[in-house]
Structure formats: C-alpha cells, structure tokens
Nanobody
Framework: QVQLVESGGGLVQNGGALRLSCHAS????????MQWYRQAPGQEREFIAR????????DYADSAKGRFTISRDDVGQSLHLQMNNLRPEDTATYYC??????????????WGQGTQVTVSS
C-alpha cells in the first residue's frame, strides 16, 4: 500500500521558518522524482520544488528560490522542505508528490494528504 505522509506544517510569523517532511512507503522511492506542491484557497495547485530520481537534479519555482531547500533521503524514504523567511503569501496546504519516471512506474503519480502552513503578518 502506497503512503505519503506529510508533517511539519503549522502557524509561523512572517519571516519565520518551518521544515516539512514526507515519509514514503509502498513503492520504490529512489526510482521516483519527489516534489512539493502547494495550494492556497481558491487557487490552483502550484509547483514548488523537485528532487529528481536517482539524485539527478533539483528544480525550484521562482517563488521558492533562495528561501526553500529541498532534500531527500533515499535510504529513509523521506523528502524534506526547509522553508526560511516565510511570507504570508506562502500560506497554503503543502503536498508531497511522487512521480514515477522509469519502466513500469513511468507516469505514476502518488500524493500525500497535505500539511497546512499558515504565515501570519
């Protein structure tokens, strides 16, 4: 059974920091590109950061560059997002995504249930 379980969200003041975690099970973690998305009320889900499978590269949305750092632990099957200098516009539900890119896993998408991040002004 595939599971992606996010944690680490909460309420933080403008300029504060949070570290999100996503613990994965039930699939071959290292073969998947792992991503963070977020969705604010009334808005579409937005890409934030990506750590490609097999450690082959990292990408950030412009909104995350310089403030957020994505990391992954293939042994522990976990994904993290260190978020610094948080702003009220970062308020959203943050989702962990696993995207299969090779072989029979290609095109497979798994999502976590989300963790809420609220930044007060």
């Amino acid at each position: 059974q595939v599971q992606l379980v996010e944690s680490g969200g909460g309420l933080v003041q403008n300029g504060g920091a949070l570290r999100l975690s996503c613990h994965a099970s039930g699939f071959s973690f290292r073969r998947y590109t792992m991503q963070w998305y977020r969705q604010a009320p009334g808005q579409e889900r937005e890409f934030i950061a990506r750590f490609r499978a097999f450690g082959s590269g990292i990408d950030y949305a412009d909104s995350a560059k310089g403030r957020f750092t994505i990391s992954r632990d293939d042994v522990g099957q976990s994904l993290h997002l260190q978020m610094n200098n948080l702003r009220p516009e970062d308020t959203a539900t943050y989702y962990c995504n696993a995207r299969g890119i090779v072989g029979a896993d290609a095109g497979t998408d798994y999502w976590g249930q989300g963790t809420q991040v609220t930044v007060s002004s």
